[in-house]
């Protein structure tokens, strides 16, 4: 028992020296933008597709859920205003960064566990390149950047899923239901759904690198590594979220 | 530069362990070697061969004692100061890891791209087909490394080592898994493109043949400790009782 803490907290303690080292080296010359535009391709632009794709129908799920619910009060005029503010502050965040982990925080995991279990990671290192210079630190920054861009797209999207369904299938008035979505949605809605994302674009990022980094033995460890650095980001993302959503202020309590 | 008898790599009682249960590793070891000589650590797997390498490379640290590489302790540098020293060594890995996402010219291009900053295109193309046509391969730049045969990767891993002409060569286990004919080109190579030049060569191996051959000075690694150094011809006719089991098992005696 006592050596499992141990252990776990040095570990715990050895990520985060991994990660602010990571982040530090960002700063240090040689710069190399030419990797981090690469990144900001990869974790960005590459998940715009099925970015599209979940935000449109988790738009839509939530107005049809949305509107069988507030019609039995006779309240269907609001739709617009839950779905808008579910999705711009939770779960364009949420769901953008389970998009994520799924699909880059895995890659990176399995491509950096795959260079350091072939001494690829060696090898840069003895070639007087810091490896968390030439992988980790690049990815890291773009996901910043690139989770809460693609969150905001998720939010576009998701709404105008949201407005088919309300509208078209549902049958509530078009006027009323972009009217009450402005009433009660302010820009502050739209800031707190945004540093979310770029929280849960660092964490995702900095755990699969990481789990990446300290694989070992061989193609079972990269496997095991990829596979944890999913399932660790997607809870650490789900629990922060929380605490994230209590400390930054939303839109109604700012006006 | 400097004279021939400067130590360029020194180990100084160093220890090793990676669990408090086992036996160490490393128990002590000592060794130096000279500028522009080839040594050669040789030993049963699993003695601390690559464990030893990994210390003069500064991807491991010593639990005590110092390794001192151009007479700086490898383990006191910090990141920047280590990639200075870094940037004087060529390494040939076990496995290769030539980077699987490059092809072969840009594996051996890439150390020149990072560290030459103000090189042109032009040169480093020249420089790159230079050190390919060293190592005896033409006309294979566009190949993937998994395109490739051991022996080729070996030779591609040679060319990128050599890359930033090194002052210190580390060979990790360079001839293992290969056929007697490719292992004998590999050492054949590694003679011309380093030895040659004066480059100081610092090389793990169990291939003896070749160690003997080609080394200045050879040492026998033994439950983590130099059980025996000397010159080759000198080893080879050695009574210690581990050195002759391992020359008998190697055919050599």
């Known amino acids: ?255 | 530069m400097t004279n021939k008898n400067e130590t360029i790599i020194e180990f100084v009682d160093v220890w090793k362990k990676f669990s408090a249960f086992d036996n160490p590793t490393l128990a002590g070891i000592s060794l130096q070697v000279k500028k522009g000589h080839v040594y050669t650590l040789l030993g049963f797997s699993g003695t601390g061969k690559s464990v030893s390498i990994k210390h003069a490379l500064g991807l491991m640290k010593a639990d005590s004692g110092k390794v001192i590489v151009k007479g700086k302790d490898v383990a006191n540098l910090n990141d920047k100061e280590l990639q200075e020293l870094r940037k004087s060594y060529g390494m040939l890995f076990q496995d290769i890891a030539l980077f699987d996402s490059l092809n072969v010219f840009e594996n051996v291009a890439f150390p020149i791209r990072e560290h030459k900053k103000k090189w042109s295109e032009e040169q480093i193309t020249s420089r790159v087909k230079d050190l390919l046509n060293e190592v005896e391969l033409e006309g294979i730049f566009e190949k993937m490394p998994s395109e490739l045969s051991g022996g080729m990767r070996k030779r591609v891993g040679l060319a990128r080592a050599m890359a930033l002409e090194p002052e210190i060569l580390f060979c990790d286990e360079p001839t293992t898994g290969l056929d007697p004919v490719t292992a004998q080109k590999i050492d054949d190579l590694i003679y011309r493109t380093a030895i040659k030049r004066g480059v100081t060569v610092f090389m793990i191996s169990h291939d003896i043949r070749a160690a003997l051959k080609i080394s200045h000075r050879v040492a026998m690694l033994w439950k983590g400790k130099i059980l025996f150094e000397e010159t080759p011809e000198k080893f080879i006719i050695s009574e210690e009782k581990v050195v002759k089991e391992f020359l008998e098992s190697a055919g050599v005696l």
């Open chain 1, 1 to 255: 028992m006592k050596v499992a803490v141990i252990n776990y907290l040095h570990s715990f303690g050895a990520f985060i020296i991994f990660v602010y080292k990571s982040m530090l080296w960002f700063f240090i010359k040689p710069r190399r933008w030419r990797l981090f535009i690469d990144e900001l391709e990869f974790v960005g632009n590459q998940s715009l597709g099925i970015i599209i794709l979940t935000s449109a129908f988790t738009g839509a799920v939530l107005a049809f859920q949305g509107y069988l619910a507030l019609s039995l009060v006779g309240t269907e005029s609001l739709v617009g205003t839950s779905t808008c503010l579910s999705l711009v502050r939770e779960l364009a965040p949420v769901m953008t960064a389970i998009v994520v982990a799924g699909r880059a925080g895995a890659a990176m995991a399995a491509k950096i566990g795959i260079m350091r279990v072939s001494q690829q990671i060696d090898a840069l290192e003895v070639m007087a390149i810091s490896p968390k210079q030439y992988l980790v630190s690049p990815k890291i920054y773009a996901a910043i950047i690139a989770v809460p861009l693609l969150t905001a797209i998720f939010s576009l999207v998701g709404n105008l899923g949201g407005y088919i369904v309300g509208v078209l299938l549902c049958g509530i008035d078009s006027g009323i239901y972009i009217q009450k979505m402005r009433e009660f949605f302010f820009p502050m809605d739209l800031y707190h759904g945004l540093i979310k994302a770029a929280c849960f674009g660092f964490i995702i990022t900095s755990i699969s690198c990481y789990k990446g980094y300290v694989a070992k033995n061989g193609a079972e460890g990269v496997g095991s590594a990829t596979n944890e650095s999913v399932v660790y980001s997607i809870v650490v993302v789900l629990v922060v979220d929380y605490f994230l959503s209590v400390l930054i202020p939303t839109g109604v309590l700012t006006q």
